[in-house]
T-cell receptor, first 110, second 114 residues
Framework: GQNIDQPTEMTATEGAIVQINCTYQ??????LFWYQQHAGEAPTFLSY????GLEEKGRFSSFLSRSKGYSYLLLKELQMKDSASYLC???????????FGKGTKLSVKP | GAVVSQHPSRVICKSGTSVKIECRSL??????MFWYRQFPKQSLMLMAT?????????EQGVEKDKFLINHASLTLSTLTVTSAHPEDSSFYIC??????????FGPGTRLLVL
């Protein structure tokens, strides 16, 4: 079966660091994406991991451990505009079929 | 990054009518396009995988006769919701890919069936 777990909601303070975890159990694995989605809008790409380790891109970093079925998204120097849902998605098939977690709603407070 | 467009962005229709949603990759040829549906406060659910020139592959529980997908070219896929009912009201999002590690989402189409 397919199972992708993320916390439902998180709250953090402007300027702080927050880590959003994602665990997965899927029948196939060809990589993992993190997307940001603001309410009523389509997801926007944040990161892609296919090998173990940390990928850093500006204020955002993403980590993957394939043996543990675990990933996290790290957001530094939080800004109010970072308030959004963050979606973890696993590439299941060779064509790129994505299976999404339910998303983590992040609220950044002043 | 690559651009994917969807049209219309918003549609309201009467129950029983059919609605067509277009998804276009504007600056690249998409080998595969995907259709997702998102209900309020829920995550995206993959409906079907569409490859140019071949029949779409539907996910379990998605009715292929109700959600008709046509992928006529490498830059255009269409989703037709046939005989739409209020429970089909949702946010429909397409994505297009050049390869497994790249997937670009369209802006979405909000469908409301009265």
């Amino acid at each position: 079966g397919q199972n992708i777990d993320q916390p439902t909601e998180m709250t953090a303070t402007e300027g702080a660091i927050v880590q959003i975890n994602c665990t997965y159990q899927t029948s196939g694995f060809n990589g993992l994406f993190w997307y940001q989605q603001h309410a009523g809008e389509a997801p926007t790409f944040l990161s892609y991991n296919v090998l173990d380790g940390l990928e850093e891109k500006g204020r955002f970093s993403s980590f993957l451990s394939r043996s543990k079925g675990y990933s996290y998204l790290l957001l530094k120097e939080l800004q109010m505009k970072d308030s959004a849902s963050y979606l973890c998605a696993v590439i299941r098939g060779s064509q790129g079929n994505l299976i999404f977690g339910k998303g983590t709603k992040l609220s950044v407070k002043p | 990054g690559a651009v994917v467009s969807q049209h219309p962005s918003r549609v309201i229709c009467k129950s029983g009518t059919s609605v067509k949603i277009e998804c276009r990759s504007l600056d690249f040829q998409a080998t595969t396009m995907f259709w997702y549906r998102q209900f309020p406060k829920q995550s995206l659910m993959l409906m079907a995988t569409s490859n140019e020139g071949s029949k779409a592959t539907y996910e379990q529980g998605v009715e292929k006769d109700k959600f008709l997908i046509n992928h006529a070219s490498l830059t255009l896929s269409t989703l037709t919701v046939t005989s739409a009912h209020p429970e089909d009201s949702s946010f429909y999002i397409c994505s297009a890919t050049e390869g497994p590690e790249t997937q670009y989402f369209g802006p979405g189409t909000r469908l409301l069936v009265l």
